[in-house]
């Protein structure tokens, strides 16, 4: 999504300085080809050689600089920028750039460059609230510029409240947002994500591998892309993605009720989810206690939500594509056939869970797609980000596609 995007990332004097080494880390790790621009005073916060180490680029701290100027002078990277992000933004640079002041290489790349500019501002919380600021903020906001509010929180001065700067995570997703086609625009999608846990006692469940990781990935993805995303979620460590509507569950029967009160509403619903098949048929309420040599659980089917959707299709006019995975360690194809038939779905994304780099817990997957039409889509070893868009892609043609 980032991929080969060029950012420039202005970084000014503030404690919050050092939240801009690994915000550059993620616009990297990204495949995003970064430029970083200091202030003066940034640079008495983190060194360049930080910036410059990590982004592979030389990093910009002065207006005139003979060497860099020869190279790529300020104005042609203002020029080539696909975005440029402002992060940690004060007071001072946000004012500066409202007032059309261009006195350092900052305000002066940002009043140069045609590409959109995300400020995420960091500040004391007086100064935040400050009408003066506040003004400027809203003049920016009119003009087009984009703006990644701070949060509330401990700052560093000794206050509380808001002016704490937002998290790396939360920036890079308003500009990964910012750099993508809103092709889901007007569409609500529903993604599950994670594990359901089966209670046996107040201490004890079962469960399974599954971080979330893959679910959370198309839920971004999709808000990326302008839809409106519900995202069902059972246990996962994973933070709560922003501009999204996140409902936490447990269980297989908990998300099998969220599920069934928003489907009609929705244009699709990925299953994402690591459903447990099976639950305890008893859920007792004290700790069951240790006793003999050995112990058995007797288990009742879940309810297969995704099933209970295919059904819903085949015997209403419910409208919404339904997508499946399939958690595969043999046979994927033909195990993934049989899924996608019997649950009535329009297409499922097989993963082979027995790969280290696939499947479970990792950051990238590999995945055939298949077709309710017998056609398919492989798609080789790839960032769970990147599966998350191909996925969307195959929606938003199917989306298209229909009167
Ligand atoms: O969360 P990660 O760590 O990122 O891992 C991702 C993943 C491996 C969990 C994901 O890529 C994946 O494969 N999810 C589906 C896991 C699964 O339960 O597969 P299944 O083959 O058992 O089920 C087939 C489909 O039916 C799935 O869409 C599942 O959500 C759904 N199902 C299954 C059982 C059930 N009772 N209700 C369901 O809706």
Same mark, same amino acid.
């Given at each position: 999504m980032?991929?080969?995007?060029?950012?420039?990332?202005?970084?000014?004097?503030?404690?919050? +300085?050092?939240? +801009?080494?690994?915000?550059?880390?993620?616009?990297?790790?990204?495949?995003?080809?970064?430029?970083?621009?200091?202030?003066?005073?940034?640079?008495?916060?983190?060194?360049?050689?930080?910036?410059q180490t990590l982004s592979s680029n030389p990093v910009h701290t002065e207006l005139f600089n003979l060497i860099a100027e020869q190279e790529i002078g300020h104005i042609s990277?203002?020029?080539?920028?696909?975005?440029?992000?402002?992060?940690?933004?004060? +007071?001072?640079?946000?004012? !500066?750039?409202?007032?059309?002041?261009?006195?350092?290489?900052?305000?002066?790349?940002?009043?140069?460059?045609?590409?959109?500019?995300l400020f995420a501002p960091a500040m004391n919380v007086n100064m935040y609230t400050n009408p003066i600021y506040q003004e400027n903020e809203a003049k920016?906001?009119?003009?087009?510029?984009?703006?990644?509010?701070?949060?509330?929180g401990a700052l560093a001065c000794g206050w509380e409240g808001s002016g704490k700067l937002a998290s790396p995570e939360a920036i890079f997703e308003s500009a990964a947002s910012i750099l993508t086609e809103k092709?889901?625009?007007?569409?609500?999608?529903?993604?599950?994500?994670?594990?359901?846990?089966?209670?046996?006692?107040?201490?004890?469940?079962?469960?399974?591998?599954?971080?979330?990781?893959?679910?959370?990935?198309?839920?971004?993805?999709?808000?990326?892309?302008?839809?409106?995303v519900l995202l069902i979620s059972g246990p996962t460590s994973l933070p709560a993605p922003a501009g999204l509507q996140l409902i936490k569950v447990s269980s297989a029967v908990e998300m099998l009720n969220e599920v069934m009160v928003r489907v009609a509403d929705c244009d699709a619903v990925i299953k994402a989810a690591a459903v447990a098949d099976y639950r305890p048929v008893v859920r007792e309420s004290s700790k069951i206690?240790?006793?003999?040599?050995?112990?058995?659980?007797?288990?009742?089917?879940?309810?297969?939500?995704?099933?209970?959707?295919?059904?819903?299709?085949?015997?209403?006019?419910?409208?919404?594509?339904?997508?499946?995975?399939?958690?595969?360690?043999?046979?994927?194809?033909?195990?993934?056939?049989?899924?996608?038939?019997? !649950?009535n779905l329009d297409m499922i994304v097989a993963n082979d869970v027995t790969q280290s780099d696939a499947g479970f817990n990792v950051d990238t997957n590999r995945a055939v797609i298949f077709f309710r039409d017998g056609s398919s889509k492989s798609c080789d070893l790839m960032s769970k980000d990147d599966l998350a868009d191909v996925i969307l892609d195959q929606i938003a043609m199917q989306i298209r596609e229909t009167p």
């Open positions: 980032l991929k080969d995007k060029k950012i420039i990332l202005g970084v000014c004097g503030g404690i919050a +300085a050092y939240k +801009a080494v690994e915000l550059l880390r993620l616009f990297t790790k990204a495949g995003a080809d970064v430029n970083v621009v200091m202030t003066r005073a940034a640079s008495e916060f983190v060194t360049p050689l930080t910036f990277l203002a020029d080539r920028a696909d975005l440029v992000v402002i992060a940690p933004a004060t +007071a001072n640079v946000i004012g !500066k750039i409202a007032s059309g002041i261009a006195d350092d290489i900052l305000t002066t790349t940002v009043m140069a460059t045609k590409a959109p500019v920016l906001r009119r003009f087009g510029y984009f703006f990644e509010s701070p949060v509330t092709d889901l625009d007007g569409r609500t999608i529903l993604i599950t994500a994670g594990p359901t846990r089966e209670e046996l006692d107040p201490v004890r469940y079962i469960t399974n591998h599954s971080s979330g990781k893959m679910g959370y990935a198309i839920a971004k993805a999709a808000r990326r892309r302008g839809a409106t206690k240790k006793s003999g040599d050995s112990s058995s659980i007797r288990l009742v089917k879940n309810p297969d939500i995704l099933a209970e959707l295919g059904r819903m299709k085949s015997s209403s006019n419910l409208q919404t594509i339904l997508v499946g995975f399939a958690a595969e360690t043999d046979s994927l194809a033909e195990n993934a056939a049989i899924k996608l038939n019997l !649950k």
